[in-house]
């Protein structure tokens, strides 16, 4: 609902704004290059968010796991790495993990690490796989994705308020009008004397003539 409020109160106005600013020779040129740019955003705008989504995804998990871990003594290196990387990749699986299509296990090369390790280990590494942390970083990143999404709009109405625009105001028309007016008699009342003296001149032709 609100995508749609805010696609309607957007989309007409700023067609109609282009169609009346475009020149009606070129109204068809106007509306495909108009059609052509939305598209063109519509895709921009969803890869570029996407990959800001799960850039901040990542780095929050890994952030939130390496705290984690760095917490706990004596966990060699080589195992957290194993450990950050198996909870990281877990970003790829959100959809699923969401609808429950997924455990929040860990993968088959951390639960081989952790075959000789006591339960308490196995319980800590495997709550760092849980659907409540992933998908709590994964809303960290939402929140992180929306604002800037927000800073991108703001630069374009930023942007959009340089634009100028060619086509007159009714008021600007009607004072160019009144600046012009007082030559436009005075132009037309000479072509009409002109043309009034060579019908008299033809006219003189025409009766000697006939004379």
């Known amino acids: 609902m609100v995508s749609g409020f805010g696609i ?3 989309i007409a106005p700023m067609t109609s704004a282009v169609m009346a600013s475009a020149p009606d020779d070129k109204a068809g040129s106007a509306s495909g290059v108009l059609s052509t740019m939305r598209q063109l955003g ?3 705008g969803i890869a570029v968010m996407g990959a800001v989504l799960q850039n901040r995804a990542i780095a929050y998990l890994e952030q939130t796991v390496t705290a984690k871990l ?3 003594p004596l966990i060699p290196a080589a195992a957290k790495e194993q450990i950050i990387s198996g909870v990281t990749s877990a970003v790829t699986n959100m959809g699923e993990m969401r609808a429950g299509g997924t455990t929040g296990e860990p993968p088959e090369a951390v639960r081989n690490m952790l075959a000789q390790a006591p339960a308490e280990a196995v319980a800590f590494v495997t709550s760092l796989f849980s659907r409540d942390l992933v998908m709590g970083e994964f809303v ?3 929140k992180t994705t929306f604002f800037v999404s927000m800073a991108i709009l703001l630069v374009g109405a930023l942007v959009a308020q340089l634009i100028q625009s060619h086509v007159r105001r009714p008021d600007e028309a009607s004072a160019a ?3 012009a007016g007082p030559e436009g008699p005075r132009a037309d009342a000479a072509v009409a004397g002109g043309s009034a003296d060579a019908a008299v001149v033809l006219g003189d032709v025409e009766v000697s003539g006939a004379e």
């Open 42 to 44: 519509s895709v921009l």
């Open 8 to 10: 309607g109160i957007v």
């Open 177 to 179: 009008a009144d600046a």
């Open 140 to 142: 960290r990143a939402m």
């Open 70 to 72: 760095d917490a706990v």
